[in-house]
């Protein structure tokens, strides 16, 4: 509000100062030369009456409507000097000194006539000699009077001041319109301006829900179309500035939780390899030693070292094979097959195992699952989600095996009976090296807590969904592979485009 004040303020003001000093102007150029126009201007009108008298017998219609410009006139005889006409009779005494001093004036006067300008001096009937005003007068000669033609001077004097004291009125009243008028522009002009004023300050401080009204026109109009397309320059630069900043933020993230990961990884590795390796030495010690006494203890002693042998391998193996997977050198090689067959050769890997642990396996495989995948990640995939089943088992044995044709992708589902996963440990199991019992109990020579987070990889590779839920009496992983038809229809489409 002050801005605009003052804006309107310095507006009026300057208008008002531009009025001002023209009429100062106007003033003082009437002060200094306005008399001496209105002289000139009267000289001239005298010179236009002589012309008119110059040449030929006068017209007394003429000479009448001369007077009515405040002429007078005094016409004499060239020949005899007699007065023909004489518009002041009052003054006859006048007549007989007049025409002789006209001629002689004239003589040496190159026109023809001659110009003065002097105060007319009366006489009282007392012979008391007052001043009558300035007058200016014409005397001349022409081809057959001698004409002498003047006019007051007071009444220029008097016009002049008169004009000059209607000009000032005039001027104020002009004025006081003046400033009301750039009152009202100055108004219609401040306000667009503030507006765009305050909508500039507004996106200063990122703010760009207001925008200019550009319906103005002219230059006003176009600052205010300029100041909407800055502010639109200005929100789509900072939005993809705030989306850069947020994909730089979660990269920044993801790589200090990819750090993390490592060192857990490290360190859970570094836990999970300590103990067999300290087994191996262990029992190889006491074998060297001789604590083994019997071919019974001896077998006992080489059953262990083999385990944690294989127990090692099975890790370093897997932890190998997630390496290569985050590695991002991985390239899939997608081909046709059939999906029955891999489930089919990957529950019979474990079925002596099954059979040894006394666990129940059904399964729902139709005989033909063409999918189009990478064979190898699948094979990992359902693997993996075999191995898990197996070693999280409960008491109540059952694993089951189930194909679910969900439109464009065949759903892998496995299902152990064991106890449920906690909901808020559910988005952690996919993570290298963890496990839902904290104390790290070496419940399986196979167990190695990569087999998730293998899974988690190829699936992400793939692009394919996967997870996993609890059910009744236990818990269902799943994973999604693409149909072959899917792919072949998608396939003849990008031929075609």
Not at 11 to 21: A, C, D, E, Q, R
Not at 224 to 251: C, G, H, P, R, W
């Amino acid at each position: 509000m002050k801005r605009r004040s003052r804006l309107r303020q310095s507006l009026i003001f300057l208008s008002v100062g531009i009025l001002m000093l023209y009429y100062f102007l106007v003033f003082l150029i009437s002060v200094l030369f306005m008399e001496p126009y209105y002289l000139h201007k009267v000289e001239m009108s005298l010179i236009d009456a002589y012309h008119t008298l110059e040449h030929g017998e006068y017209d007394i219609v003429a000479v009448s409507h001369l007077e009515e410009s405040n002429l007078t006139f005094l016409i004499a005889d060239r020949e005899t000097d007699k007065v023909l006409y004489n518009s002041r009779p009052q003054r006859p005494d006048m007549e007989a000194w007049l025409v002789p001093a006209i001629r002689e004036y004239t003589e040496d006067s190159p026109d023809g006539y001659y110009i003065t300008t002097g105060e007319l001096m009366e006489h009282t009937t007392a012979g008391a000699e007052y001043s009558s005003g300035q007058r200016v007068s014409l005397g001349g000669v022409t081809e057959n009077y001698v004409v002498e033609i003047s006019t007051y001077y007071a009444s220029i004097a008097q016009s002049t001041a008169i004009s000059m004291q209607f000009s000032l009125i005039v001027g104020l009243l002009v004025m006081v319109l003046a400033i009301l008028a750039f009152s009202r522009m100055s108004a219609v002009v401040t306000g667009p301006i503030t507006q765009i004023t305050s909508i500039a300050n507004q996106i200063a401080h990122l703010d760009f829900s207001q925008k200019c009204n550009v319906s103005m026109g002219g230059e006003i109009g176009d600052m205010a179309e300029s100041v909407n397309t800055m502010s639109d320059f200005m929100q789509s630069y900072i939005t993809k500035l705030q989306e850069a900043n947020e994909q730089l933020k979660a990269d920044i993230l993801q790589k200090q939780e990819h750090e993390e990961a490592r060192r857990n990884l490290v360190a859970n590795l570094s836990h999970d390899l300590k103990t067999p390796i300290g087994l191996i030495s262990g029992y190889a010690d006491g074998l060297r030693g001789g604590m083994a006494k019997t071919d019974q203890e001896v077998r006992e002693y080489c059953d262990v070292i083999y385990d944690e042998s294989d127990r090692m391998m099975t890790m370093i193996q897997r932890m190998m094979e997630l390496f290569r997977l985050e590695s991002g050198t991985v390239e899939l090689q997608n081909e046709m097959f059939n999906l029955s067959e891999l489930l089919v050769y990957v529950t019979d890997i474990f079925a002596v195992e099954m059979e040894r642990d006394g666990i129940q396996l059904s399964e729902q495989i139709p005989e033909e699952l063409y999918v189009y995948t990478d064979y190898f990640a699948a094979e990992q995939v359902i693997t993996n989600y075999m191995q898990n089943a197996m070693t999280h088992i409960n008491s109540g044995r059952k694993i089951s095996l189930n194909v679910e044709d969900t439109g464009g992708f065949y759903r892998v589902s496995l299902f152990n009976s064991s106890a449920p996963i906690p909901e808020e440990e559910l988005p952690r199991i996919w993570e290298s090296f963890y496990r839902l019992d904290k104390s790290r109990k070496r419940s399986s020579s196979r167990e190695s807590g990569l087999g998730l987070s293998i899974v988690k990889r190829n699936m992400e590779l793939l692009g394919c969904d996967y997870g996993a839920k609890n059910v009744k009496e236990g818990v269902v992983f799943w994973a999604d592979f693409p149909k072959l038809e899917q792919n072949t229809e998608q396939s003849d489409e990008s031929e075609t485009d």
